[in-house]
C-alpha cells in the first residue's frame, strides 16, 4: 500500500512522559498523605479531559488542581510541575525527521496548551512537522474520528494513503476503522523495522 502522508501521536511516541515525576514533586508541599496524592492522579481523569478538549483553560485547570491536591505552592510552580514530566525518544525523532525528506508529517495529540507550549519551547524537532493538530486546539479527542477527519482535510490527505502512529490500542482501532494505515507502537514494538515494513523512504 502507498503511503503520502504520515501523522504521529506526541506522547510515547516522539517523547516519553513520567507522572509520577509531577506526583513526587506535588508531595513536598501538598497536606495529602502521598498515598493519597498518588490515587488523586486517577481521580482528576475528568479535569484533564476538559483542560485536553480545550473546555476550560489553564488558569482554571491549575487553579482547581492546586485544591484537589491541597498544594502550598504558586500555581506557576504546579504548572511548571506539570510540565516536568517529559523526556525525548530521541531514536524516533530521529526517525521522524528522516521520514520528513521524502513525506509530509503531522502530529495528532490528546495534549494541553501547558504541555504543548512547554514542549515545543524546549525540543526543536517541532518544525518538521506540517501540521500539528492539539485536542485543545482542535476541541476534539482521540479516538473520536472527528479529529482524524479534520487532520485528513486539513493536510490534504488520503486516508488509504496516511500512515498513523499512536501508543495507546483504542486510537489506533479507531483510526483503522476509518481505512488508515497503521502502527500500534507497544513497548515491544520496534518503530524503525515497523516502517520498514511499509517499504518507506529515509528508514
Not at 518544525?127 to 482524524?148: D, G, L, T, W
Not at 486539513?154 to 489506533?172: C, P, Q, V, W
Not at 476503522?177 to 513497548?187: M, V
Request: glycine share 4%; hydrophobic share 40%; net charge negative.
Amino acid at each position: 500500500m502507498k503511503i503520502s502522508h504520515i501523522f504521529f501521536d506526541l506522547g510515547k511516541v516522539l517523547v516519553d512522559f513520567d507522572f509520577s515525576i509531577a506526583a513526587g514533586k506535588i508531595m513536598q508541599k501538598s497536606t495529602l498523605s502521598p498515598e493519597e496524592v498518588t490515587q488523586e492522579f486517577y481521580r482528576l481523569n475528568g479535569l484533564i479531559d476538559e483542560y485536553e478538549t480545550g473546555s476550560i483553560d489553564s488558569e482554571t485547570f491549575f487553579t482547581r488542581m492546586k485544591a484537589e491536591y491541597r498544594y502550598g505552592g504558586s500555581t506557576a510552580e504546579l504548572r511548571e510541575i506539570w510540565c516536568s514530566v517529559f523526556s525525548p525518544l530521541e531514536e524516533h525523532i530521529q526517525m521522524a525527521r528522516c521520514l520528513a525528506q521524502f513525506y509530509p508529517l503531522a502530529i495528532i495529540s490528546n495534549t494541553s496548551e501547558a504541555h504543548v507550549t512547554h514542549l515545543e519551547s524546549r525540543y526543536d524537532f517541532f518544525p518538521i512537522f506540517r501540521r500539528r493538530f492539539y485536542s485543545h486546539e482542535v476541541r476534539c479527542m482521540k479516538p473520536n474520528p472527528a479529529i482524524y477527519e479534520f487532520a485528513l482535510k486539513e493536510m490534504g490527505a488520503d486516508k488509504y494513503e496516511s500512515l498513523f502512529i499512536d501508543d495507546r490500542e483504542e486510537n489506533i482501532e479507531a483510526v483503522a476503522k476509518c481505512g488508515w494505515q497503521t502502527i500500534h507502537l507497544r513497548p515491544d514494538v520496534n518503530l524503525r523495522l515497523a516502517l520498514q515494513s511499509y517499504e518507506l523512504r529515509g528508514v
